[in-house]
């Protein structure tokens, strides 16, 4: 039975990932590449990858990349392009038996409850420092904390302002609520923008990050975004930076959605201006000035040529 019926789970079956379940557009897995990485398998499923856009991450050996590099590091013999037929066929197969029974109403989306929500406090004094945030900008956003686990708490928000629901975030974990939650009509951060530039960055506690300091600030809830919510940032703003997070899956969704940006919008992007050198680093864990600086001065082209030519 297919969990997100998409070109991306369909590879990873053909790559022989062990699929485990699927939360929203996130699918679970044993990681494929731990035996490279780490010398054996993974004992407890911790990779996941985005049914979208393929991007990935394993929380247990640091894996990050996409769909192509998987198949590149595994050395299997695929042709990606082959799965968006496969994808095709079996919806077709699968529309052809419902047509079968008649009178079937339409799924309706999970109720949530955003009182259970708001029910929990505000994040404490100490892990606001550590994200280098306050509380004036976690009560704007309406950032809770989960006491009992040592959770983030970050509410979704539809792009008309409506509850979905909120994602659980911790050091190497997160979770939806409810799981199959609609986030890719959805951009943290979106109520609280103005003017005509706009920061697109990963994780939501990025973007409180650029609130605190005044600069409006979208997240996509991770290294990928949705044609709903690019459609939104262009009809949105004027200038968009992209400052997604300084490593491998942060600069493949860079690319994508430069790429984006100029084919399908004609639009051009600016880039988040990391420190040189600088690895493995994202917006809200570089320190103040850094922070200020690359804010302040957004590159005009991309960070891979500037990189090239600091090495020449």
């Known amino acids: 039975m297919s969990l997100t019926d998409t070109p991306v789970e369909y590879a990873l079956e053909a790559l022989g990932v062990e699929i485990v379940g699927a939360s929203g557009d996130e699918i679970q897995c044993f990681c494929p590449v731990h035996h490279l990485t780490r010398g054996r398998a993974q004992s407890h499923p911790r990779f996941y990858m985005n049914a979208e856009s393929g991007a990935a ?105 409506e509850f979905l629901g909120w994602q659980e975030k911790g050091p190497g974990y997160f979770n939806n609520v409810p799981p199959r939650m609609r986030k890719r009509r959805s951009l943290f951060g979106l109520q609280q923008s103005t003017g005509n530039r706009v920061f697109v960055v990963e994780s939501p506690l990025d973007s409180a990050r650029f609130l605190r300091h005044g600069l409006s600030s979208v997240a996509t809830y991770g290294a990928a975004m949705s044609s709903d919510q690019l459609h939104m940032v262009c009809r949105r703003y004027k200038h968009i930076v992209l400052a997604y997070d300084n490593d491998r899956a942060g600069w493949d969704a860079t690319a994508s959605v430069a790429d984006q940006l100029r084919i399908i919008y004609g639009r051009p992007a600016l880039y988040y201006r990391y420190p040189p050198g600088a690895r493995g680093e994202d917006p809200g864990s570089l320190s103040g000035a850094q922070f200020r600086l690359a804010a302040a001065e957004p590159l005009p082209v991309p960070p891979g040529i500037v990189r090239s030519l600091q090495e020449l």
């Not at 299997?76 to 008649?102: N, P």
Request: charged share 30%; aromatic share 10%; with cysteine.
């Open 57 to 161: 991450l394993c929380f247990t050996c640091g894996w990050r990349g996409n769909l192509a590099r998987l198949v590149s590091d595994l050395e299997a013999d695929i042709d990606l392009d082959d799965f968006e037929f496969t994808v095709l066929v079996r919806r077709t197969d699968r529309l052809t038996r419902a047509g079968e029974s008649e009178g079937e109403e339409e799924a309706v989306d999970p109720y949530v409850s955003e009182y259970a929500f708001n029910k929990n406090p505000y994040p404490p004094h100490k892990q606001l420092q550590t994200r280098h945030l306050t509380k004036a900008v976690a009560m704007r956003l309406n950032l809770r904390w989960d006491e009992a686990r040592r959770l983030w708490l970050i509410p979704v928000l539809g792009f008309h302002g």
